[in-house]
């Protein structure tokens, strides 16, 4: 586990508003680990998102949860009740799974209304509630149907209604609007919103879009094989990633790496108000081709006190930090490369660059409609640049999993603007 996880996961379990705590899960199927020391508080009322690659173990940690399987270590607690030994039917969570399985035999409505029929809810309330949850999903001109008369989405809709009616302390959803098209999987996003705010229902979603989970969750835990690689709210993990794999898998990713030429210490200023700190470093790709490059001044990170002169780090630039400037322009070091694509997006102008040595990087600018000259030919020469402060260190990694460079499948989406800018 990283700094970065220890300090979000421990963060919660100082207070009293904890509903859910994992601690030491382990999961073994046979001699497979599939779930490793997973430690995770979760408070009431908040909308968590487990993220990561397919067979990460997002739907076995979410099952461990519901009461389907059995953690191999660790124990689960809810409202600080030990889960182990009690069957999924008696816990107070309520799941909607990627199969939402609805009863082929009953109408929607009898499908929506099941859950507080066995509670023996009376039946005034249970035709208020079920109305309610269909126009939450607005499926109320199909409560007549049966599921297999429903489209793909219009079935997973009445499964989202199924759980929510229950209004249990807890829901967990795997992928539920993966079925939907773009425009309804975001109205029904903001739905899903409204309503964990409204009934303070607390989330644990599971999905494969980022763009979902930035957008949607109170905090993100990003998994890769089986271990929780960071635990954050949307805005550290996309501004300040844990670590290589963390910085690739969120949003898009250009990534440089560059040697140590010293390490400072924080300092106190003329004020006596102690500095940050910074590192100088010099970008290896600059080298290359400029051979006289001018060393970068970096604001120290965490980490600094394991860097030596001469080591290796990766600066982490999102395309919405990278400048870009005439190749002569005298003002700004950067590297020169040229405009390989150069997409016009409404508010911005998204731009694929080729390095002299091969790197690919991506800069989204903001259109500038004042400036007619703003754009590039295909092939035009230009250098790149950022502002030094506006890059996330990151120490180096011996993964094979992880390349530099940019990450042309992930999708851009700035979240907020870097202190220091
Ligand atoms: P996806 O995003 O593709 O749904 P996931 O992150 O939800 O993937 P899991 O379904 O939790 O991943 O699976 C995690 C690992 O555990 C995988 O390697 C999977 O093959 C394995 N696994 C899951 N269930 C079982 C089982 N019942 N028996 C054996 N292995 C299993």
């Known amino acids: 586990m990283t700094d970065h996880t220890r300090q979000s996961a421990t963060r919660l379990s100082q207070n009293n508003d904890v509903l859910l705590q994992l601690t030491g899960i382990k999961k073994s199927f046979g001699q497979t680990e599939v779930l490793t020391d997973i430690n995770l508080d979760i408070e009431h009322g908040e909308f968590i998102t487990l993220l990561g690659p397919s067979g990460c173990g997002k739907t076995t940690l979410l099952r461990l949860i519901a009461g389907f399987e059995q953690p191999t270590a660790g124990a689960i607690y809810l409202d600080g009740v030990q889960m182990a030994g009690l069957p999924a039917d008696k816990r107070p969570v309520n799941t909607v799974f990627q199969q939402y399985a609805l009863f082929p035999h009953m109408s929607v409505a009898q499908n929506v209304a099941y859950g507080l029929k066995l509670k023996k809810v009376p039946k005034d309330e249970i035709q208020k509630r079920v109305q309610e949850a269909l126009g939450m999903v607005q499926l109320e001109h199909l409560a007549s149907r049966r599921p297999q008369e429903l489209s793909g989405g219009q079935q997973q809709r009445v499964a989202i209604a199924r759980a929510v009616i229950n209004r249990p302390k807890l829901l967990l959803l795997d992928e539920p609007l993966s079925a939907l098209d773009h425009k309804l999987r975001l109205q029904m996003q903001s739905e899903l919103k409204r309503l964990q ?225």
């Open 197 to 421: 705010r409204e009934l303070g229902i607390t989330f644990v979603f599971v999905t494969h879009d980022q763009e979902e989970a930035l957008s949607m969750s109170d905090r993100i835990a990003v998994m890769k094989d089986g271990r929780f690689q960071q635990i954050g709210t949307p805005i550290e993990i996309y501004e300040t990633p844990a670590n290589l794999f963390t910085a690739k898998f969120i949003g898009e990713a250009n990534l440089f790496k560059a040697e140590v030429h010293g390490v400072y210490p924080e300092q106190p200023d003329r004020n006596g108000q102690l500095t940050n700190g910074r590192i100088e470093v010099e970008v290896c790709e600059a080298q290359v081709q400029d051979g006289q490059t001018p060393l970068r001044n970096l604001r120290r990170p965490d980490f600094a006190s394991d860097v030596q002169v001469g080591d290796i780090v990766n600066l982490l630039l999102r395309p919405e930090d990278l400048r870009i400037y005439a190749p002569n322009d005298s003002e700004h070091a950067g590297l020169i490369g040229h405009v390989i694509e150069s997409n016009y997006k409404g508010s911005t102008l998204d731009s694929i660059i080729e390095l002299k040595n091969g790197h690919i990087v991506k800069a989204s600018e903001f259109f500038d409609e004042d400036d007619p000259s703003f754009d590039y030919k295909l092939g035009e020469a230009v250098k790149v640049s950022w502002v030094d402060g506006w890059e996330w260190v990151l120490p180096d990694e011996d993964t094979t999993d992880v390349d530099s460079g940019f990450n042309p499948a992930a999708s851009s989406q700035k979240t907020d603007q870097k202190d220091g800018n």
